[in-house]
């Protein structure tokens, strides 16, 4: 399963060092999916967006839809949108 997410939502996390990532639950398609992602795949995550600001970077988070919508395995990936010349 593959979702974009919002990079300003994304962003307003709050994660001090040593937490754990806290579990999510997003709403998508008429389904609550959940799930956890790494924690420090959560702080760099949160670093590229507060780097390059939310407009800049593209959230997508990755897994494998298991039974009761759950996310196993559940990664984020952040890319940095590339600039027009």
Same mark, same amino acid.
């Given at each position: 399963?593959?979702?974009?997410?919002?990079?300003?939502?994304?962003?307003?996390?709050?994660?001090?060092?040593?937490?754990?990532?806290?579990?999510?639950v997003i709403e998508?398609? =008429?389904?609550?999916?959940? *799930?956890? &992602?790494? #924690? !420090?795949?959560?702080?760099?995550?949160?670093?590229?967006?507060?780097?390059h600001g939310p407009?800049?970077?593209?959230?997508?988070?990755? =897994?494998?839809?298991?039974? *009761?919508? &759950?996310? #196993? !395995?559940?990664?984020?990936?952040?890319?940095?949108?590339?600039?027009?010349?």
């Amino acid at each position: 399963m593959t979702l974009v997410l919002d990079a300003a939502v994304l962003g307003k996390i709050e994660l001090p060092t040593g937490a754990p990532a806290p579990l999510f639950v997003i709403e998508a398609g =008429g389904r609550r999916v959940s *799930g956890q &992602v790494s #924690a !420090k795949g959560l702080r760099k995550a949160i670093a590229t967006i507060a780097e390059h600001g939310p407009e800049q970077v593209a959230v997508i988070l990755q =897994g494998k839809l298991e039974p *009761g919508d &759950v996310i #196993a !395995k559940a990664g984020l990936v952040v890319q940095v949108k590339a600039t027009k010349t």
